[in-house]
């Protein structure tokens, strides 16, 4: 349960994108997309800074590593620009409409899992002065665990939104939430998150 936000609040989602829209999930993505949305719209209102976060895996070092799972992701140049060029061609970066985007919101395009790693986001937090961030998107125990994990080291609070994310796999799914986000944040809904917005000091 959030027990408040603080004045310097970021909200940050991440990979809310038109080619993940598209994949099965444990939940159904429109829900999680009208809830980010009504978060946006609630940090508008406030003034807060909003962050959007992409995923573009292709050729990204994770991809190429050995493991029991593997990734789908091409490893020679060759097929990695021709995966690059269809899913640019079928808008997979795009971020879906719902979300009302405006030039002046932050955005960040990551590698792989953490939002944090290699890109600008710490730096863009820290020049608006924000020590907490209200996180949400795709997936739980991926991009959003991810990111999470590394906004806990660097000392951010960290809100999370469980009703405006989702996973490929429901037990990954409840893993972080009732596992591993109660260790580094706190949780709540979408209407809670809002309801606090107004009363942050």
């Known amino acids: 349960m959030i027990t408040t936000i603080d004045k310097s ?3 940050v989602l991440i990979d809310l ?11 159904p993505f429109v829900g999680v997309a009208d809830n980010a949305a009504k978060l946006v719209s609630a940090f508008r209102k406030e003034g807060l800074p909003i962050v959007f976060v992409h995923v573009n895996p292709i050729g990204s070092p994770f991809t190429m590593v ?7 992701m091409p490893t020679d140049p060759a097929a990695q620009k021709q995966a690059l060029e269809a899913m640019e061609a ?15 919101d932050i955005y960040i395009t990551k590698r792989t899992w953490s939002a944090f790693h290699e890109t600008p986001l710490h730096e ?11 996180l949400a998107g795709v997936a739980t125990s991926i991009g959003v665990e991810g990111t999470a994990r590394d906004a ?7 809100a ?13 799914h409840n893993n972080s939430l009732d596992i591993i986000f109660p260790r580094i944040g706190e949780i709540d809904t979408t209407d809670s998150v809002i309801a606090h917005l107004s009363q942050r000091k």
């Open 160 to 172: 999370f939104v469980r009703d405006a994310m989702t996973d490929m796999e429901p037990g990954a």
């Open 17 to 27: 994108q038109k080619g993940i829209a598209g994949i099965p999930l444990a939940h």
């Open 124 to 134: 863009e937090l820290q020049k608006r002065g924000v020590t907490q961030i209200v």
């Open 90 to 104: 079928s808008s997979f970066f795009s971020l879906v409409p719902e979300l009302e985007t405006r030039p002046d």
């Open 152 to 158: 806990n080291v660097k000392g951010y609070n960290i």
């Open 66 to 72: 050995r493991s029991e799972k593997k990734s789908g």
């Open 9 to 11: 609040t970021a909200l």
